[in-house]
């Protein structure tokens, strides 16, 4: 007797290319990439952080990997 492969990918690459990246204000959203049967997408966006010594804030990067984004939790 044959096991049925599974075909749900075990694994996968997300990807998101950022043209203009200094130009960056809004977030911006990968592709989603199933992985499971569940949609993984990365979403960017830019932070202004204050650094510990001074008052000043710097531009930082902000990356998240969210995971079935499309529904809402209980």
Same mark, same amino acid.
């Given at each position: 007797?044959?096991?049925?492969? #599974?075909?749900?990918?075990?694994?996968?690459?997300?990807?998101?290319?950022?043209? #203009?990246?200094?130009?960056?204000? #809004?977030?911006?959203f990968?592709?989603?990439?199933?992985?499971?049967?569940?949609?993984?997408?990365?979403?960017?966006?830019?932070r202004?952080?204050?650094v510990?010594?001074?008052?000043?804030?710097?531009?930082?990067?902000?990356?998240?990997?969210?995971?079935?984004?499309?529904?809402?939790?209980?």
């Open positions: 007797m044959e096991l049925e492969e #599974d075909s749900a990918q075990r694994e996968g690459v997300v990807r998101l290319i950022i043209k #203009d990246f200094s130009q960056l204000k #809004d977030e911006k990968s592709a989603p990439v199933y992985i499971r049967n569940l949609p993984w997408r990365l979403m960017c966006t830019q202004k952080v204050k510990h010594a001074s008052q000043k804030k710097v531009k930082t990067l902000a990356a998240f990997l969210q995971c079935n984004f499309e529904t809402e939790s209980l």
